[in-house]
Nanobody, 117 residues
């Protein structure tokens, strides 16, 4: 299974972007889908996660600005990012964890998001 992330780019502060991440084929029974990000010189940070139940988690710095959603039928996860600021500049990675046919996880290749001031 390969994950293809898209939607990154250069945007001015206050702008919006929508990231998408699609699996190349059926993943199986999905547990969680998530977006992480890594800024230069920093470790990878969990930005948002959506559970099989539909409940969500957001890191404090993006609450009220970012929205994660999923389409299980398409094995796709989205991240709507509004009111972007330069601190959001990073490479964004998608992640899918499954429980069947085995407990494993998959990572996308990363998509660059750059927010100019």
């Amino acid at each position: 299974v390969q994950l293809q992330a898209s939607g990154g780019g250069l945007v001015q502060a206050g702008g919006s972007l929508r990231l998408s991440c699609a699996a190349s084929r059926s993943v199986g029974s999905i547990d969680t889908m998530a977006w992480y990000r890594q800024a230069p010189g920093n470790g990878r940070e969990l930005v948002a996660r959506i559970f099989d139940s539909g409940s969500t988690y957001y890191v404090d710095s993006v609450k009220g600005r970012f929205t994660i959603s999923r389409d299980n039928a398409k094995n796709t996860v989205y991240l709507q990012m509004n009111s972007l600021n330069p601190d959001d500049t990073a490479v964004y990675y998608c992640n899918i964890r499954r429980t069947w046919p085995d407990r494993s996880e998959f990572w996308g290749q990363g998509t660059q998001v750059t927010v100019s001031s």
